[in-house]
């Protein structure tokens, strides 16, 4: 009889937590479907109290589960409560400790990375040189802080930190030779800054990517490029760049005019007039000129103009430098020609038939135009 009731009421048990794992599946189901049918019209809180929703039904669901099995859940939560607050009590030093280390810890990573970042960001001849130094030192500072933390957070709990700091010597070694294709990324990131390769803000080209450099890492360097496109490098692939930012650019436009201009004073015309965009573009730090002919072409005369620029500031500068050249040509009449093509058509004459041709002759001699090919004989 007791063991026919204990069956009966192991199986209702059952029966009730399979009902309440079903019900909680199929809710889970349901919303997972929900959200991802109205992902784009649904607002973000809401989605939030849908997930805690199905957490408190989730935690719901097991309570329920424990209750029907007769575990004591609030005698457990009472012990697991006293607990906690019996090791909060004789731990509170070590807690108060703990926390002072890591707001202080804290606290210099705040300071150091407002002063580099004022730092990198006052202006002056070598402000680059300044923001590459402040950020490999920022990153260098956040990973000494955070070491030394956690070595002193660990002796304050009553850890050894002496055999801890052997143990990280040997494993550091071993983490040294097995990986070094990292340390050499750490020792080039090293020559990168401190040789002056390049510096944060200067436009370089790897690897075929042309960009600019948005970070400068002890092991990787990041580029974007005017599209916005990231390419994030290790700094031990970077063994072959290009350049763009140690020097000024040149911009360089070339257009062509007709064979009957005059050459000398189209030259001389546009050696006095584009200066004067000097006032409207910045970023020209040397007067445009023309450097003269550079090709006698099938219609044109192509001659050059050449302005130092900015770094990397030569595209635009290009842009308006065509515009403006155009608009000079174009007041003072000088043409710029254009490829042209001239087709001349052969007239066709119609073709004559033998027979045609014979009465064409016999009409001629009926009408005495033509002069007879048998000769007059003459008497003697």
Known sequence: ???????????????????????????????????????????????????????????????????????????????????????????????????????????????????????????????????????????????????????????????????????????????????QKFIHDLISGFFIVFEHHFDVGDVIEVQGFKGEVTSIGLKTTKLRNWKGDVKILSNGEISNLLNYSINPSTAVVEFGIAYQENMQQTIDLLNEELPKLRKDLPDIIEDPKVVGVINLNSSSVDMRVVAKTLNEKHYAVERELRKQIKIILDNNNIEIPFPQVVVNQPTVRPKTTKKKSQEIDSQSIEDGNVESQFPEKVNT
């Not at 199986?11 to 991802?36: D, P």
């Not at 697991?80 to 707001?103: D, H, P, Q």
């Open 1 to 179: 009889m007791n063991l026919t009731l204990f069956l009966n009421g192991v199986a209702i048990n059952s029966m009730l937590t399979a009902a309440i794992v079903v019900g909680i599946v199929c809710l889970l189901i349901v919303e997972r479907i929900i959200l991802k049918k109205l992902e784009d019209i649904i607002k973000k809180w809401i989605v939030i109290l849908v997930f805690l929703f199905s957490f408190a039904l989730l935690i719901a669901g097991t309570f329920a589960i424990l209750l029907i099995w007769g575990v004591e859940i609030m005698q457990y939560l009472q012990d697991s409560w006293y607990s906690i607050v019996t090791t909060l009590m004789n731990s509170v030093g070590k807690l108060v400790s703990s926390a002072i280390i890591i707001f202080i810890s804290l606290l210099i990573l705040k300071f150091s990375k407002m002063a580099f970042r004022t730092v990198g960001t006052k202006p002056g001849p070598m402000q680059r040189r300044k923001r590459t130094i402040a950020k490999v030192s920022t990153s260098i500072i956040k990973y000494l802080v955070g070491v030394i933390t956690i070595l002193i957070v660990l002796s304050v709990w009553g850890i050894n930190v002496a055999p801890a700091l052997a143990g990280l010597g040997i494993m550091g070694l071993v983490i040294g030779l097995g990986a």
